[in-house]
């Protein structure tokens, strides 16, 4: 039997792995500069922890979590990361620090979904999460960060979209309000949007079935709906944001209709799209959770964040080309070649030789293929100490010794 790797899971080879890298680097690169820290979690939880720390109302948590028993517990895969850093900071007392604490992460994420084109089971996710910062200028901060970061890696055709889902005071008319838009059609909705009705009715404007969209548009509901009243508190946070984000020259739209696919999220949510490649994709979505600590067992703490997926990125930014080896060392003496790479790996390059000490044209066949230089090291060259060095791109060949080579 050829066993072969799950539906919705992928490898990635030795020749994707340059994007992976470069990415990988950008967040570092970018991330630390704003002083966030990495932190990894596990990647299995308690399942209770995105019970309540994602919501029982989501898809996520209702359809497409990796539950699995051991001795007597009830254990999930990840579906995503908030609730995994907002447990660690509480169980670490990571609020003794004076804050804010500011954390990014990179990891695999397992959702039970059907897999499509640039939608996986095993997938990545980049993210940051600002927790303690009640101020807008914590919210300002990462929607630039994101902004910085996915320049960073190529996409510059963005466009920032926010919208303020108020506290829970401001949100209690927005729900009745929304209710009553929905009401008359409430049968002709999927299972799910009846279900949400009562618990979670703004969940039912991020139904992803068709023919819900279909029946929200019909009936003018983003028009109906028209926004959240946000109490005095709340309006002001929002104005301050949009303040905070034309200081920062970032070009935003107001979309009343975004709600984002999570219980948690309070005041400011966002999404950030891309046009690169011509279609527009939504690469980022975040927003602010101040409820989140305070619902896992923490003391009520603000705080903000976002993710991106990482296979959706990667389809985005060109295939980075391998990297060539500096030297490929080229001999029918093994002995003579084995101790000549290893000293050019300890003086820093990057070096091979021919295991099979094959014919010195198959040989720079081969270096040709895999790097910048080749060194032939044939008998002449050892008998009188020096190397002969071949740049493989040009073809030209000049002899000098190990010492010239290295400088
Ligand atoms: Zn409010
Ligand atoms: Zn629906």
């Given at each position: 039997m050829n066993i072969k790797a799950q539906k919705g899971t992928k490898d990635i080879l030795p020749e994707e792995i340059e994007n992976w890298h470069f990415i990988q680097k950008a967040a570092e690169e970018v991330f630390t500069k704003a002083n966030f820290k990495e932190i990894r979690t596990p990647?299995?939880?308690?399942?209770s922890l995105f019970e309540r720390g994602v919501g029982d109302t989501t898809d996520i948590v209702n359809k497409e979590m990796y539950t699995f028993e051991k001795s007597d517990r009830s254990l999930t895969l990840r579906p995503e990361n908030t609730a995994g850093v907002v447990r660690a900071y509480i169980e670490h007392n990571?609020?003794?620090?004076?804050?804010?604490l500011k954390l990014w992460y990179f990891g695999p994420m397992f959702r039970y979904e059907r897999p499509q084109a640039g939608r996986q089971r095993q997938f990545h996710q980049v993210g940051v999460e600002m927790i303690g910062i009640q101020d807008a200028s914590a919210d300002a901060e990462c929607i630039k960060l994101a902004v910085d970061f996915l320049k960073s890696v190529g996409l510059n055709d963005l466009l920032v979209e926010i919208n303020s889902l108020g506290c829970s005071e401001c949100r209690k008319e927005y729900k009745e309000g929304l209710k009553q838009a929905i009401k008359p059609f409430l049968n002709d909705l999927c299972e799910d949007c009846k279900s949400r009705f009562e618990k979670n009715p703004l969940r039912i404007l991020d139904c992803k079935n068709e023919s819900c969209n279909k029946l929200f548009e019909e009936n003018n509901l983003k028009e109906k709906v028209s926004g959240i009243k946000l109490c005095p508190e709340c309006a002001q946070h929002y104005t301050k944001l949009k303040e905070y984000l034309d200081i920062l020259n970032i070009k935003y739209k107001e979309n009343t209709f975004l709600v984002r696919g999570l219980d948690y999220y309070t005041k400011t949510v966002f999404e950030i799209k891309s046009n690169n490649l011509g279609a527009q994709n939504a690469v980022c979505g975040g927003g602010r959770y101040d409820g989140l600590v305070e619902l896992l067992g923490g003391q009520s703490t603000p705080a903000i964040g976002w993710a991106m997926g990482v296979e959706r990125l990667n389809s985005l930014i060109p295939q980075i080309e391998e990297k060539k080896l500096d030297y490929f060392v080229v001999s029918d003496n093994q002995p003579e070649a084995i101790k000549l790479t290893s000293k050019l790996r300890e003086h820093g390059f990057s070096a091979e030789f021919d295991y099979n000490t094959r014919k010195f044209t198959k040989q720079l066949e081969k270096a040709s293929k895999s790097a910048s230089y080749a060194i032939i090291l044939g008998e002449d060259e050892i008998n009188n100490n020096y190397l002969t060095l071949k740049d493989l791109n040009t073809s030209e060949q000049k002899k000098l010794k190990f010492e010239d080579l290295i400088k």
């Open positions: 990647i299995f939880e308690d399942t990571m609020f003794r620090q004076s804050p804010p």
